[in-house]
């Protein structure tokens, strides 16, 4: 159906993220029809980008330079940290703007089923970085078994050091209707109530 | 939020058909934690299929190779064309593998809305083609206006030159519940209506 050019393109496509083979072929195709508009700038920017991010050597967030722009930025408040399991998470937080402190992948949980152990995560240089003046560390973990197991095991290692270890709050999220919440958000927002 | 490269590339992800600014991000952030097997592959693949992609010059088909495969293959019948609107036509068609004649591409349907008229289709080269020893010319354009007016307008040019003109079918679609069909979908299927 066009050679093995269009079958490998799609194939690829394919493979990406909220990808399937249909829209892969609705995508190639219409970058065929625009090759020198679409395709190739998306060829140059998966080019450059694969040459040029690298994972930060402070943090784990990925940047094209080292350290990242977050950890280089002279305005940050240096004395916070806030931990997250992947780069999603951090990119998320960032397109919130509510959070100027700095961050630290942790690139992902503690998890028995997965065979993950302490020593598959990034943490002892988030040991290192919290001796170094650092006042609090806010565990931004999913609200997940896993992430639970992990923000405990981690507040154990943390605390020792002498620094205020804070998590999230979990509860209703915003603009969202009670009815359509699962059991164990609906508990955790009881229990974690506050004066009105 | 790490750099142009990520930006651009983010930006460029999110044109594709079926991705938005979200989808975008998680396939950028997937491919950018493996660069090598994923990202390097998907640019390599695509500036190779911007190279080697070119139209048919027969049908309009996108190959690698001229003419395409469809048309260069010795086991198809010759004698009949199935002339669809676009590529992804032609591709639903060879996925079905139900039509074993040859293609005609199109590139659209008259519309005035739009402004498209015959001189902006592809209709000479295939007026010139059915005089080569075709018998049967099969209209497999959309069930729409435009795809109507089209077919019409197309049928009187083929007939003055001796070949059999058909259009594919309109109905219920196989699997389709009819309570879920709009109206003229269902006044089209009643008027073909065949012996049980």
Redesign the interface.
């Known amino acids: 159906?066009?050679?093995?050019?269009?079958e490998?393109?799609i194939g690829?496509?394919a493979?990406?993220?909220?990808?399937g083979p249909r829209?892969a072929?609705?995508?190639?195709?219409?970058?065929?029809?625009q090759?020198?508009t679409?395709?190739?700038?998306?060829?140059?920017?998966?080019?450059?980008?694969?040459r040029?991010?690298k994972p930060c050597s402070v943090c784990g967030?990925?940047?094209?330079?080292d350290p990242?722009?977050i950890c280089g930025d002279s305005r940050r408040d240096r004395s916070v940290i806030c931990v997250v399991e992947?780069?999603?998470d951090l990119?998320a937080l960032?397109?919130a703007s509510v959070f100027h402190g700095l961050y630290h992948v942790l690139g992902g949980t503690l998890s028995a089923l997965s065979g993950v152990g302490p020593e598959d995560l990034n943490v002892t240089p988030l040991l290192v970085r919290v001796e170094q003046g650092v006042t609090e560390v806010i565990l931004a973990l999913g609200a997940t078994v896993d992430g639970a197991t992990t923000a405990h095991w981690l507040t154990d290692r943390l605390k020792p050091l002498g620094v205020t270890v804070t998590r999230v709050a979990q509860g209703v999220p915003i603009g969202g209707a009670l009815d359509v919440l699962d059991d164990g958000t609906l508990a955790a927002a009881l229990r974690a109530r506050r004066p009105s």
Chains 1, 2 share one sequence.
Not at 15 to 19: E, I, Q, T, W
Request: glycine share 10%.
């Open positions: 159906m066009g050679g093995p050019e269009i490998r393109l690829l496509l493979k990406l993220p909220g990808m829209s072929r609705r995508a190639a195709l219409r970058m065929l029809q090759p020198d679409r395709m190739l700038p998306l060829a140059t920017a998966l080019a450059d980008a694969a040029a991010v967030n990925l940047d094209s330079q990242c722009a992947g780069v999603g990119w960032e397109r």
